[in-house]
């Protein structure tokens, strides 16, 4: 947005070095590249306000947090991407490494981490994002809640809680 204004200054002073000064004199030009300018500005706060859904984001992870501080109790250790619900739980955030599903268990197990959430809209590497569609969940993991479209009236994705189980040496 910014770069369409200046590009529209710089097109504006190098036309008027150009000695076509009818056009500015009159308005015509300046006046459009105005337009312009504010066209393409209304239309990318339009596209951010769609894209993101500022009026619904993270009512799934509110709603997750809520349940978590009533059925488990708040403080407990949760690792999620944008750390919403332990926010919403009472809980202690821990942060979720872009990395393959193992990588992130032993991440977990590191730094006692008790949950892990998924949520379907956020950037999961793709062994995570098969969480919430795979029916067999592997042995570290237990699955504690679930929350889609059909549990809840205004849910738009889904959003899964898994327990950690520690990893056993051998």
Request: glycine share 8%; proline share 6%; hydrophobic share 40%.
């Amino acid at each position: 947005m910014i770069w369409s204004g200046h590009g529209a200054a710089v097109v504006a002073e190098g036309l008027r070095h150009r000695n076509q000064k009818m056009l500015f004199r009159s308005g015509v030009l300046s006046s459009a590249l105005i337009h312009v300018t504010v066209a393409t500005l209304l239309f990318s706060l339009y596209l951010g306000l769609l894209l993101t859904r500022p009026f619904e984001m993270g009512r799934e992870e509110k709603v997750l947090g809520h349940w978590i501080k009533q059925h488990l109790g708040p403080g407990a250790k949760i690792m999620e991407r944008i750390r919403v619900v332990p926010f919403y739980a009472d809980g202690v955030p821990v942060g979720l490494p872009y990395a393959p599903l193992n990588e992130v268990l032993e991440y977990g197990v590191k730094q006692d981490a008790e949950y892990l959430v998924i949520s379907e809209d956020q950037w999961h590497h793709p062994s995570l994002r098969m969480l919430l569609k795979q029916p067999q969940i592997p042995p570290e993991l237990s699955l504690v809640h679930t929350i889609n479209r059909s549990t809840e009236s205004q849910i738009h994705k889904k959003i899964a809680l898994y327990r950690l189980r520690e990893r056993r040496e051998k």
